[in-house]
């Protein structure tokens, strides 16, 4: 049971620590924890299997290697992962592992973390691990929460955290709206350096929760919810270390003298940064990005679609997709379930429900009928900006197109509650970071949630399909469905959340099953996902084998080149360094809780 001085303690603000939470969010925060730990019933920390040394390298060899370090980093910047595993919660997350774990807590756990000062410290630790052949894997704040969190793949790998000491803001320009940030800065914390600063014109697009660090989501190619939601089309400019310890800088950032790193992606020759999204061929440790202008007002809106087939005409009949690249509707919306509307409550799915299996539909509606929204099945989040006669004019458009479907219902907003989940969704689109999104969390005890994304086109026949065959898979494993549509310009994904209680195996054990046959289902009909977790990489890189896995091996000779010695973050994104393949090291639907392979290659000394 967790303890309640551990379930009151304060949440870290932003002056306190660079991950911490600003203090507009500090109430909320604490709330949330709060919630959090009531439906708590998980041991706060587990016992490791103990001593986590990474493989292909001899337990006492390791350990002088990490002493070795520790002289050149200095002792506090190296810790040993010999403490029992503390879970945590969001604000205050753990390093050397996932906090949401799908397998065994104990398998994707790091046997040291290092916190680098310095790019040239970062170079250092590269260097170390080559020297050693020591895996490592580096985070930005290790808040990858559903898609594995600060864990590494490789068990007993170091994790590099990048974020506790490589945390500030270089540069703010109030003129090309842009700025230049290491790997610690979080959204919350560059929002409140652009207010500290008065620089009401611009504006930081922020996913729902804003704690991650703005280059860790960046380079998984994670999204918020204003005009600038795509974050890696809006980055300008990598500073990376690449395995073998060379520092480059992409695009114009190669330029000495140059003052358009943060202005022109491209610089010249190829387009080099892409490599360094989702993989493990190099550490960024700067990271430019743009900044919207504030677009002289905003106003959200929202609609209710009653059935469950309303998802079908709403995408079918070209209402959403030529509103969306004629850009009428001009954010990344949300089209959420309406078992998320009663989620997003923060309150255990049996407070409502006492049963096993998923929670019946008509329980979720007859509680929903009671909110302000009233009953729907569908809600669409969306966000005009601009000055009033522009947002008219849109949302004009928007309103004849949408009441098309039968029974379609504009909310009207003014009506709704300040705690209203709305109000949420109406800051995150004007670029305010929020803190509510979590609440969903506690659908169940010691909740935990893992994502199913794929793309698919923005159609009726598309959205149901997949809808459909979510539905059935997770009431096979008997769980809750909660999807939601994310629609991006040409293309939406379904972001399915799988919320379980991580401390029973059978229930990590369904989500996973459940997970791999979704994944396996929706390649065969051509859907493919966008992101995944640390558990899963292998599988869905599996997915993407168009020509006999030509991509693959593309990649493969890629690590090779680059990373001769496969010390850089083994298996992300289901890329094995030559050391590793042909041993066994892929997790697969079979591979039950095992995500360790048979060794390594003895290394063949490659001489930086
Ligand atoms: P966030 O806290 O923003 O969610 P994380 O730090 O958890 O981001 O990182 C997300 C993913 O991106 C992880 O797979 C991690 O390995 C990778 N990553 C994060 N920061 C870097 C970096 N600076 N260089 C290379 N890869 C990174």
Not at 138 to 167: E, F, H, Q, T
Not at 169 to 196: H, K, M, R
Not at 507 to 533: P, S, V, W
Request: net charge negative; charged share 25%; with cysteine.
């Amino acid at each position: 049971m967790s303890s309640f001085k551990e379930a009151t303690s304060k949440v870290p603000t932003l002056s306190e620590k660079h991950s911490g939470i600003p203090d507009y969010l500090l109430d909320k925060a604490q709330d949330a924890k709060a919630l959090i730990y009531e439906t708590r019933t998980k041991e706060t920390s587990t016992k490791q299997r103990l001593p986590v040394v990474p493989q292909g390298i001899e337990k006492k060899r390791f350990y002088e290697a990490l002493e070795e370090l520790a002289v050149q980093l200095g002792r506090e910047n190296v810790e040993v992962n010999h403490k029992p595993l503390v879970d945590g919660w969001y604000m205050e997350h753990p390093n050397t592992h996932d906090m949401m774990p799908i397998l065994d807590s104990e398998e994707l756990v790091a046997s040291a973390v290092v916190y680098p000062g310095s790019t040239e410290e970062v170079q250092d630790i590269v260097l170390w691990a080559n020297k050693y052949r020591v895996p490592i894997f580096p985070i930005s704040m290790g808040r990858n929460l559903g898609y594995g969190g600060a864990a590494p793949r490789v068990r007993g790998s170091v994790v590099i955290d990048l974020g506790k000491r490589m945390n500030s803001i270089l540069d703010i320009n109030p003129d090309d709206y842009t700025c230049l940030v290491e790997p610690g800065v979080s959204f919350y914390g560059l929002y409140e350096a652009i207010q500290a600063k008065g620089y009401t014109h611009m504006w930081v697009d922020t996913p729902d929760l804003g704690g991650g660090s703005i280059v860790g989501n960046t380079l998984d190619r994670g999204v918020g919810y204003t005009p600038y939601g795509d974050h890696w089309a809006c980055h300008s400019g990598l500073e990376v270390v690449l395995p073998t310890g060379e520092v480059i800088r992409t695009g114009m950032g190669a330029l000495p003298g140059n003052n358009t790193w943060q202005s022109f992606p491209y610089g010249f020759g190829p387009y080099s940064d892409g490599i360094f999204s989702q993989s493990n061929f190099g550490i960024v440790t700067k990271m430019g990005m743009t900044l919207m202008p504030n677009p002289g007002g905003h106003e959200s809106f929202m609609y209710a679609f009653d059935k469950e087939e309303d998802l079908g005409p709403l995408l079918q009949m070209d209402i959403i997709r030529p509103l969306r690249i004629g850009n009428i509707l001009e954010n990344v919306a949300q089209v959420r379930h309406v078992i998320q509307t009663l989620a997003v409550k923060g309150k255990p799915r049996s407070t409502y429900f006492k049963g096993e299996g998923p929670i019946p539909e008509e329980t979720v509606r007859e509680q929903v009928r009671k909110m302000p929204i009233g009953d729907h099945t569908w809600v669409y989040y969306g966000m005009s900006y601009g000055p009033e006669y522009i947002r008219k004019y849109k949302l004009e458009i928007i309103d004849k197109e949408f009441k098309k479907i039968p029974g379609a219902r504009r909310i009207d907003t003014s009506t709704l509650p300040s705690d209203e989940y709305f109000w949420s969704r109406d800051r995150i689109a004007s670029g305010v970071p929020d803190f509510v999104e979590l609440l969903w969390v506690n659908w169940v005890p010691n909740g935990a949630h893992v994502a199913f994304s794929p793309v698919s086109p923005i159609s009726g026949a598309d959205a149901m399909k997949l809808f459909n065959m979510g539905k059935r898979r997770h009431h096979e494993h008997g769980i809750d469905f909660l999807p939601a549509f994310c629609v991006g310009l040409r293309e939406m994904h379904l972001i399915v959340e799988i919320v379980y209680d991580k401390a029973d195996p059978k229930k990590r054990k369904a989500a996973n099953d459940c997970l791999r046959e979704m994944i396996d289902d929706a390649a065969k009909d051509g859907y493919g996902e966008y992101r995944t977790h640390l558990v899963l990489m292998d599988q869905v890189a599996g997915t993407y084998n168009w020509n006999d896995n030509a991509l693959m091996k593309f990649h493969d000779r890629l690590k090779d080149a680059l990373d001769p010695n496969g010390i850089l973050a083994p298996g992300k994104s289901g890329i094995w360094p030559a050391r590793y393949r042909g041993r066994g090291w892929e997790l697969t639907k079979t591979s039950g809780n095992r995500s360790e392979g048979n060794g390594v290659t003895p290394s063949v000394a490659t001489k930086l």
